[in-house]
T-cell receptor, first 114, second 112 residues
Framework: GQQLNQSPQSMFIQEGEDVSMNCTSSSIFNTWLWYKQDPGEGPVLLIALYKAGELTSNGRLTAQFGITRKDSFLNISASIPSDVGIYFC??????????????FGKGTKLSVIP | EPEVTQTPSHQVTQMGQEVILRCVPI?????FYWYRQILGQKVEFLVSFYNNEISEKSEIFDDQFSVERPDGSNFTLKIRSTKLEDSAMYFC??????????FGPGTRLLVL
């Protein structure tokens, strides 16, 4: 099956530092998404990327969709304690017959030290 | 803001029992999904549903699983005879055509 390689697996950073994480895939996706998951909760959409090369920001978050449609990065600037959680990248592909399947990376666990 | 809701939030069941997990997708969405996340692992696709039928299913979604949209608002996942390895968080998601998927808060299923 399709695999997304997400790195790093975990990060410990000081409050105020910038964070960068990325995902790569051997497959092409139509859409790249970044989700955040808090403990015991469902994934919450942070940023969606629809076009190759697209650079999109959402507050302190910036994400880019790679030109080849096989990779993406997420940057968080000036981290704060509430940024703690697990960040997942996900590739979305139209599988036909009305199915848009998401393939998730293994996640990056972010810890912010106040 | 509209959101996907799921019930129950937690379910404990004995191995071999049937469970039904319920979801209410966002009202104008047409595409519905179930995903599973085993503790500490990534989210995995189970099944997608559109126009009252399964569009696609993964290898995980075997004959023990079924989905149904019994009325205009609910979308259910049934596990006929639960196994220990079915213990996981189950997430429902919904989307508009070609749009991103929004996830519910999940049901934590524990099979004893």
């Amino acid at each position: 099956g399709q695999q997304l390689n997400q790195s790093p697996q975990s990060m410990f950073i000081q409050e105020g530092e910038d964070v960068s994480m990325n995902c790569t895939s051997s497959s092409i996706f139509n859409t790249w998404l970044w989700y955040k998951q808090d403990p015991g909760e469902g994934p919450v959409l942070l940023i969606a990327l629809y076009k190759a090369g697209e650079l999109t920001s959402n507050g302190r978050l910036t994400a880019q969709f790679g030109i080849t449609r096989k990779d993406s990065f997420l940057n968080i600037s000036a981290s704060i304690p509430s940024d703690v959680g697990i960040y997942f990248c996900a590739g979305q592909k139209y599988s036909g017959a009305g199915s848009y399947q998401l393939t998730f990376g293994k996640g990056t666990k972010l810890s912010v030290i106040p | 803001e509209p959101e996907v809701t799921q019930t129950p939030s937690h379910q404990v069941t004995q191995m071999g029992q049937e469970v039904i997990l319920r979801c209410v997708p966002i009202s104008n969405h047409l595409y519905f999904y179930w995903y599973r996340q085993i503790l500490g692992q990534k989210v995995e696709f189970l099944v997608s549903f559109y126009n009252n039928e399964i569009s696609e299913k993964s290898e995980i979604f075997d004959d023990q699983f079924s989905v149904e949209r019994p009325d205009g608002s609910n979308f259910t996942l049934k596990i006929r005879s639960t196994k220990l390895e079915d213990s996981a968080m189950y997430f429902c998601a919904s989307s508009e055509p070609q749009e991103t998927q929004y996830f519910g808060p999940g049901t934590r299923l524990l099979v004893l």
